[in-house]
């Protein structure tokens, strides 16, 4: 039977910290590297390979728009949107740079990509083609949300699909479990 002797603190440090690095030795050389999701599953994803035009007009300074067309055009990397500004200007913006910038957006239109996310442009932002739905309250008339649903469906039809496993309902984030509790105060 091996027998440890611990004469001191210091060898029961050293003891505990070869014990530590052992483990995670174990676990790297043991291991493929690929992450755990608890309950993987797997969901089918539609992405498109085809871009919008959005025509928008601002109905009140900065922050609020409605949608006067749309067209699908053939390259993504090329959508934009298309702004007439209530002082007669009309601005050109581009969704691959409003992507980029994110939410750090600021300036004249910093609000017009969470606007967009209930239009056709949605399609451009969103990974996944199934979580795009459009809001008719964000189109100027029934016509033009008519025409943009028409194309919504023609988008879906051509869309290409993919598998990708998602974490399952058991693989929560920070703070998932039931026992995480806030208490006010």
Known sequence: MLRLHFDSVQNKL????????????????????SPRFKDAEEIDVLTTSQGVLSEIEEIEPGNEYKVLNEEIIDEKAKSMAI???????????????MEKEGSSSTGRHSSIRPFLMGTLAATFFNRNFNRTALDPTKYKS?????????????LKSTASTRRVKVPGKGSKGYGGSKSFRSFGG
């Open 83 to 97: 702004v007439h500004n209530l002082d007669g200007t009309t601005d050109s913006l581009s969704f691959a740079k």
């Open 142 to 154: 029934p016509s033009a949300y008519d025409k943009s649903k028409g194309m919504h469906s023609n």
């Open 14 to 33: 050293k003891y505990l910290c070869l014990v530590c690095i052992g483990s995670f030795l174990f676990q790297a050389c043991f291991s493929d590297g």
